[in-house]
């Protein structure tokens, strides 16, 4: 067991309260591995059974609506993805691309199910980890969604504004043609 890939992953989110013991027979159950530039880790809408943690690299995490590719987020090395499949056992939410070599420690279910039957203490602190992170990037995800209504609010409001304005400029315009008509007519009825 590499020393330095233990210390490393005590020292992240995930890890983070899990005993060493713990840690090496999470790398022992776990697939450690290469993901190459360009490729993908899976795909929107993947049946998933297992989450990633970057040992080193980069990766972005993007949807597709109308075939076209959103980048959600970028992850790099320490980051964690794919644990939402580890809590609620659906599809993946979405893709994951590398956009550099990744090396990547791959856990998947039978190793958190493998904890769980030898130490239930050390399972719920992963799980506890886990729902940190996910409610981290939630508060964010909020945080994003609350700026962009209030920028579409005041983009609505600015828009709104400037119609009122224009029609108000166009209605003194008419009425000002209006007058300026009306004040012909008298000129040329005085003139008569």
Not at 21 to 46: A, M, P, Q, W, Y
């Amino acid at each position: 067991m590499k020393k330095d890939l233990v210390t490393f992953l005590m020292f992240t989110p995930f890890f983070g309260g899990i005993s060493k013991g713990t840690v090496e027979r999470i790398i022992s159950l776990s697939k450690h591995g290469i993901i190459h530039k360009g490729e993908l880790f899976f795909n929107e809408h993947d049946q998933a059974n297992s989450m990633f943690v970057l040992l080193s690299g980069a990766v972005e995490v993007y949807k597709t609506w109308n075939n076209r590719q959103y980048p959600v987020t970028y992850l790099h090395q320490g980051d964690c993805f794919g644990e939402m499949s580890v809590i609620d056992h659906c599809q993946r939410s979405a893709s994951v691309l590398a956009l550099e070599d990744c090396e990547i420690l791959e856990i998947g279910m039978e190793s958190f199910a493998a904890i769980y039957e030898e130490d239930i203490k050390q399972y719920t602190m992963l799980q506890m980890n886990i729902g940190r992170e996910v409610s981290r990037r939630l508060r964010e995800a909020n945080e994003l969604l609350f700026q962009l209504k209030v920028e579409q609010e005041q983009k609505e409001k600015s828009a709104k504004v400037s119609v009122e304005v224009s029609e108000g400029q166009k209605r003194e315009g008419q009425k000002r043609e209006g007058q300026e008509t009306e004040s012909g007519g008298r000129e040329s009825r005085e003139s008569v």
